[in-house]
């Protein structure tokens, strides 16, 4: 997309979240790259001004909240070149319509999955110290244990199971590199080279969750993984072995981790559910063993902005006639987080 003008551009997201990705050093950059209204962001295609400023828009920047673009949507916007989402997945954002229109379509993905990492590693480390349990031990004990009941806490050759190699599993595994962690990797679409690459040992599923104290969820939210980790597979990690999840709650059968969380067996820590949020009954916020946060680990706060910049990266891509660095393309979608 190369123009002697700047182009024509809309917000399409819940207002809410405008501020924190386009702070103002932010905003005013894009605002010097394409023509755009701040004032003016669509939640609704079907309301009157939306279609008359949908008529004349060159580039979409979306984000959350932002409406399916469906088939009556795109031909309402028959200049439309790009759509630049300010979130994550855009997987429930476009369609069959949108491919076959060969439209650009860019995703600050990356830039969400970075915040997820971060949480991850340090739930990690924490989970491998047993910081959750004995926290809520001396809460409840007011007194600090014995020497000989530390023998099973500490992260030296501490094994982790990480559960896809999605963008978010594959900063994981980065960042988990400096520690002495024993790393093992479950993604169907990665071989065993590739899984050395990225500093793991490639195992199937069953075999992973057999051998890990820490398993991380980090696959894609699809049909085909609904429920992955089953109650026979929650079964099969061992005795004190702690269940991390930053991806999706519909992943784990959150029924049976109840029970084996109930029952002692198993920790957690669960930034997702399945619903979400959980009834107010939900026993999963009374457990001692379950550390459970409000779907916290991704951009939050000043993290938002680092979204924002990069969607004004890929506009000041599109302006010079350069390809997008952070594509989406439909075949992706089928097995990417």
Request: charged content about 20%.
């Amino acid at each position: 997309m190369s123009h002697s003008a700047s182009p024509v551009a809309l917000f399409a997201m819940d207002p809410v979240h405008l501020g924190g990705l386009f702070p103002p050093a932010v905003m005013a950059r894009l605002r010097q790259l394409a023509e755009i209204d701040p004032e003016f962001v669509v939640r609704d295609f079907s309301d009157p001004a939306a279609s008359v400023a949908l008529a004349r828009a060159e580039v979409l920047i979306t984000g959350w909240g932002c409406p399916h673009l469906g088939g009556e949507v795109l031909e309402a916007a028959p200049r439309l070149r790009a759509v630049l989402h300010a979130a994550g997945s855009v997987r429930q954002l476009v369609g069959d319509p949108f491919w076959e229109r060969g439209l650009t379509l860019s995703s600050a993905v990356q830039a969400n999955a970075l915040p997820v990492a971060e949480y991850t590693l340090a739930a990690i480390l924490l989970a491998g110290k047993d910081a959750f349990g004995l926290r809520e031990r001396l809460r409840t004990e007011r007194a600090h244990p014995g020497p000989a009941e530390y023998a099973k806490v500490g992260n030296l050759g501490r094994r982790v199971g990480i559960v896809g190699a999605s963008r978010v599993g594959r900063r994981v595994l980065e960042l988990l590199r400096p520690f002495d962690f024993s790393v093992s990797l479950y993604d169907p679409y990665v071989d065993a080279a590739q899984a050395a690459d990225l500093g793991a040992v490639s195992l199937p599923l069953d075999e992973l969750l057999r051998t890990s104290d820490i398993v991380s969820v980090h696959a894609p939210d699809i049909p085909q993984t609904r429920h992955m980790l089953s109650r026979e597979r929650l079964a099969l990690i061992p005795d004190g072995g702690v269940l991390i999840n930053t991806s999706r709650g519909a992943l784990v059968d959150q029924n049976a981790l109840v029970g084996e969380l109930t029952g002692g067996r198993l920790s957690a820590v669960l930034d997702v559910t399945d619903p979400e949020p959980l009834p107010a009954d939900s026993p999963l916020f009374d457990l001692p063993n379950v550390f459970l946060t409000p779907h916290i680990a991704g951009s939050l706060g000043n993290e938002l902005a680092r979204m924002g910049t990069t969607v004004v990266d890929e506009l000041e891509r599109l302006v010079a006639g350069r390809p997008p660095a952070h594509p989406v393309h439909r075949a992706a979608l089928a097995n990417s987080a």
